[in-house]
């Protein structure tokens, strides 16, 4: 089936499951002044990139360290506090939702978002979704962003605040870097090339081995058979954990204990050149969040990670939330979580990377033992606790520190101090955050979904919607939650599809991990807010989910 023949089924199913004014959502519109997308956009309907506008040539830069213009040179967090509030360059993160970096326009002059899904059905204003949907099949977020960039709304918006500016990304590749150098914007992240070499999980390993991080007790081979398995992999027993070098862990980590076992995922293990074989360990997950700089590596606290709850995801292994809150492991494990991390950190600056990035570890709870489980080079899930939480607000968001690293501005910041502050127990609050997927093996189409904002639970357990917010400090209280919704009116439900993210304070495990009636409140809560009309047709099932934003091939988060 064509995409063009999808899109226009898509259209007659959605016209007619669905009341007329809920077939087209509103789109997000930027401020009053500030924007002005020439000419009709009916007219960029069947040649969506032709005709707009092109940036002239001296406005072409090419990528450097210059971000926001400032002061002559920062040695506080006060001064950091006022360079990006007095910014007046554009600064965009660009990808399908404006998750990851939720409230750093609070912190950033002329912050603005450029996002696919309107999460917010038009009411934030800071957030710009292009309104003309062209028939396009993504692969990938990184074809998520490039559509975004070549999109002649997004290129006219850009002119409109003056046609250069800094752009950060959840993904991008270097046709991302070619067209922001076409554009005038400059990226503030390492070069693509480089963030990719990083985000090599067999990479991870040897890093980690070079900076004294040790990883859980693994080989690093090409496995050709059961067979060959056993003979590689002699040392660390029969119970297995096997992941390939790329790939979301939920869908690229492979438990093998048994030959029926490993020939279930055979295929995908041989395609592999290497492949990373673990000893299987009783483990708790944990996430930690950090900033490369050149005064040295700025560190957050030891979350926890939510892996692998049917409740919440169809993967087993796959990540569906974190918590935050300062009793997550015992003082040992967090003092050691964060030396490791700081020694990634400068590690990572050796190997020419820089900024934002994220560490796994797993904590084995038989020993105490840390173990680095992988590196994401970038913003991740886990960023949206990171930046909202007390220590955050006291000082600024880690974020703050990546962009400071990719502006022009001179500073010299005594990043021990900070770290040394940061890992007290009074400057982590308690948060969490569960991301919740369509975990049936159905599909349909939504015809009601919840709205975005700040949703209250009742004693006896059922939720209502009580006010619009775009942000998570908008919920005041353990009753209370911030819901940023993710598939809408007019989307198709289908297994593994992102409904949405709910973020509370306090804890949503207990102390033996497990969700506590609390969450499964919450979780049960949300999903009732939504309903949908089966299609009842196998090839329009298929159809849909093969052409679905992240479909069930990569993660939008």
Wanted: charged fraction near 25%; aromatic fraction near 10%.
């Amino acid at each position: 089936m064509s995409r063009h023949l999808f899109d226009r089924l898509r259209k007659m199913i959605a016209h007619w499951l669905l009341p007329s004014e809920h077939n087209d959502q509103a789109p997000a519109t930027p401020e009053p002044g500030e924007s002005s997308v020439a000419g009709d956009p009916k007219a960029a309907k069947d040649v969506p990139f032709r005709n707009a506008k092109v940036v002239p040539e001296d406005v072409v830069q090419e990528r450097s360290t210059k971000g926001v213009k400032g002061m002559e040179k920062i040695t506080s967090i006060s001064d950091i506090r006022r360079y990006f509030h007095n910014n007046k360059e554009p600064v965009y993160f660009i990808s399908a939702t404006n998750f990851n970096l939720l409230g750093i326009g609070d912190w950033v002059g002329n912050f603005r978002h450029i996002t696919y899904i309107d999460c917010f059905d038009g009411r934030q204003k800071n957030i710009f979704v292009p309104k003309e949907k062209f028939p396009r099949d993504f692969e990938s977020i990184e074809d998520i962003n490039n559509y975004l960039l070549e999109h002649k709304e997004v290129i006219d918006y850009l002119q409109s605040r003056g046609g250069k500016g800094t752009a950060a990304f959840l993904m991008f590749n270097e046709h991302t870097e070619e067209i922001c150098d076409q554009v005038g914007l400059r990226i503030a992240f390492p070069p693509a090339e480089l963030r990719s070499r990083m985000d090599n999980k067999i990479a991870t390993v040897r890093i980690g081995n070079k900076a004294g991080v040790p990883s859980v007790p693994n080989v690093l081979a090409k496995v050709d058979s059961y067979a060959h398995l056993q003979e590689v992999s002699a040392e660390l027993g029969t119970d297995l954990v096997i992941q390939s070098a790329f790939g979301d862990s939920g869908h690229t980590t492979f438990f093998v204990s048994n030959e029926d076992e490993y020939y279930k995922y055979a295929e995908e293990i041989e395609a592999e050149s290497e492949v990373k074989i673990m000893k299987r360990i009783n483990c708790r997950g944990s996430a930690i969040e950090a900033c490369s700089t050149r005064c040295g590596t700025v560190v957050g606290p030891l979350m926890t990670e939510l892996v692998g709850f049917k409740a919440l995801t169809p993967y087993k292994g796959g990540w569906c939330g974190n918590e935050m809150f300062a009793g997550a492991f015992t003082q040992e494990v967090q003092d050691k979580a964060r030396e490791y991390t700081h020694k990634f950190g400068e590690a990572l600056r050796e190997e020419g990377y820089r900024g934002y990035f994220e560490l796994d570890f797993l904590i084995d709870t038989d020993t105490d033992q840390v173990y680095l489980g992988e590196l994401n080079p970038r913003v991740t899930g886990a960023s949206s606790l990171t930046n909202v939480a007390a220590f955050a607000h006291s000082d600024v968001p880690l974020f703050l520190f990546h962009l400071l690293e990719f502006s022009d501005q001179d500073f010299d910041i005594n990043v021990e101090e900070i770290n040394d502050r940061w890992s007290q127990p009074d400057s982590i609050d308690s948060w969490s955050q569960l991301v919740i997927k369509h975990t049936d093996e159905s599909v349909d189409l939504l015809t009601q979904a919840p709205q975005s904002g700040v949703w209250r639970m009742s004693e006896d357990g059922s939720i209502g919607y009580d006010h619009y917010s775009y942000h998570p400090h908008a919920a005041e209280s353990e009753q209370e939650a911030f819901f940023m919704r993710i598939s809408g009116v007019g989307d198709f439900r289908y297994e593994g599809a992102d409904l949405g993210i709910l973020i509370t304070r306090g804890r949503l495990m207990d102390d033996d991990f497990q969700l506590t009636p609390r969450a499964k409140a919450w979780i049960d809560g949300i999903r009732g807010q939504f309903a949908g009309q089966v299609l009842q047709d196998p090839a329009v099932e298929a159809a849909a989910v093969n052409h679905a934003i992240g479909g069930s091939n990569f993660k939008i988060l």
